[in-house]
C-alpha cells in the first residue's frame, strides 16, 4: 500500500511539474529569469492541493501504521516493566519467605538446644537424686548390718559375761550354779543394768 501511495505521489508531483513548467516558461520568455520570490497562484494552489492530498495519504497508510507501532512498542515496555515489578515481587516475597524459614529453623535449633540442655540436665539431677538413694540406701544397709553385728556382738558378750559369773561365782560358792533359773538371775541383773546406763 504505501508503494502504491509513492506512485501516486509520484504521479501528482509530475503532474504538478508539467502544469506549471508553462508558467516558467513563459517568464522566461519574457526576458529574464524568473523570480523565486514573487507569488504564484497557480504554484501556491497546486502545492496546497498535493500537501493536502499527501497529508491525507500520510494519515491513512503511514501515520496509522507508525501510531500503532509505537503504541505496541509502548505497551510492550508497559507490560515489560511490570513484568519486571512482578519479578522484583515475586522475588521480595521469596526472599522474605527465606528470611522467616531461616528465621524459624534458627529458632527450632536454639529450641532443640534448649531442649538438650534441660533433658541433659534433668538425666544429671534423676542420676544424683539415683545415686544419693542408693548410696542412703546402702548406708542404711550398712547401718542395719552394723546394728545386727553390734546386737550379736553385745548378745554373745552378754553370753560370755554370764558365762564368766557363773562360773566365777561357782567357784567361789563352791557349787554348780549352771542351772536355768540361775542363768535367768543373770541375764536380768545385766539387762538391768544395761537400763540403768540407757537412763544415765
Known amino acids: 500500500m504505501l508503494a502504491l501511495s509513492a506512485r501516486r505521489l509520484g504521479v501528482l508531483a509530475l503532474a504538478l511539474a508539467t502544469s506549471t513548467s508553462p508558467a516558467f516558461a513563459s517568464e522566461s520568455a519574457a526576458g529574464g ?5 514573487d507569488p504564484n497562484v497557480g504554484v501556491m494552489a497546486w502545492t496546497l492541493v498535493i500537501f493536502v492530498l499527501l497529508l491525507v495519504v500520510l494519515s491513512k497508510f503511514a501515520f496509522k501504521p507508525l501510531f500503532a507501532a509505537v503504541q505496541a512498542r509502548e505497551k510492550a515496555l508497559e507490560d515489560a516493566i511490570e513484568g519486571a515489578k512482578r519479578d522484583r515481587a515475586a522475588a521480595e516475597s521469596a526472599l522474605a519467605e527465606q528470611k522467616a524459614q531461616l528465621e524459624a529453623a534458627r529458632t527450632q535449633a536454639q529450641q532443640i538446644i534448649a531442649d538438650s540442655r534441660a533433658t541433659a540436665e ?3 539431677t534423676d542420676l544424683l537424686a539415683q545415686t544419693k538413694a542408693q548410696q542412703e540406701e546402702m548406708i542404711d544397709q550398712a547401718r542395719r548390718a552394723i546394728e545386727g553385728e553390734k546386737s550379736a556382738a553385745i548378745a554373745a558378750l552378754r553370753s560370755e559375761a554370764v558365762d564368766l559369773a557363773i562360773a566365777g561365782a561357782s567357784r567361789v560358792i563352791e557349787q554348780n550354779l ?8 543373770v541375764d536380768r541383773f545385766l539387762a538391768s543394768l544395761d537400763s540403768s546406763k540407757g537412763t544415765r
Do not use: F, T
Open 33 to 37: 529569469p524568473p523570480n523565486l520570490l
Open 178 to 185: 549352771d542351772s536355768a533359773g540361775n542363768r535367768q538371775i
Open 122 to 124: 534433668k538425666m544429671r
